[in-house]
């Protein structure tokens, strides 16, 4: 295993016994995360739902599903990225994270990202791009474009879940933002690698 993958599977396994917020009562598992090290491109949902609490596996219900169609689309194959959430359990009956959750989870996310280092973030929904990109800003106004990120490049999309309640115009402007991160990979062809981000502060 790689240097990466052996730290990554360590903080799983901190994770795994995680008692930071009130969701250690009532989760099946953590959903830590799952995809390859290595990955040019991480994904950051919001928070497991049914079907990944008792799995332990991040988007494997019908949004993930949706996902993977996506992912199909622009040449990728879900195992060459890696797949996160801002919390790692299952808040009950699915409902929004709280801010203290959020605030007791954040540093895994932050380690996932730092251990990564991924060329490319899609930030899925409100909670993962407000936290990320810090602005109280909704994803249907910040959705769209690139944002330059810790010297990486940072693409906020609709939750697959918002795609799938809200129909072919979401939809449509998801596979737009996919566009927009193949277009990304694709320029980075040939390049030199990135200096490496000074993520440490990126939550503060
Ligand atoms: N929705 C999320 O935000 N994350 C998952 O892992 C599954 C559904």
Redo the contacts with the bound molecule.
């Keep these: 295993m790689s240097d990466v993958a052996d730290r990554l599977a360590a903080l799983g396994a901190e994770a795994a016994g995680c008692t930071r917020c009130g969701l250690a009562a009532t989760r099946t598992q953590v ?1 830590f995360g799952a995809g390859s090290p290595e990955a040019d491109v991480m994904f950051v ?5 049914f079907h ?1 609490d008792q799995q332990g596996v ?4 019908a ?2 599903k949706l996902l993977d169609q996506l992912l199909g689309e622009i040449g990728v194959a879900r195992d060459d990225v890696y ?1 996160g ?1 801002v919390l790692k359990c299952r808040p009950p009956s699915n409902r929004d994270p709280k801010p203290d959750e959020i605030e007791a989870c954040k540093g895994y996310l932050a380690e996932q990202l730092r251990l990564i280092d991924p060329a490319v973030v899609v930030t ?2 409100n909670f993962a791009t407000k936290l990320l990109l810090k602005r109280d800003v909704g994803i249907t106004r910040t959705r769209g474009q690139v944002y330059p990120w810790w010297g990486r490049h940072l693409v906020p999309t609709f ?1 697959p ?1 918002a795609a799938l309640r809200g129909g072919d115009r979401i939809l449509g402007q998801m596979r737009e933002d996919f566009a927009l991160v193949r277009s990304v990979l694709d320029r980075r062809v040939g390049q030199e690698a990135d200096p490496v981000a000074e993520q440490l502060g990126m939550f503060e």
């Design positions: 959903v949902g919001e928070a497991p739902g990944e991040p988007f494997v219900g949004a993930g797949i959430n899925l929904g939750h879940a």
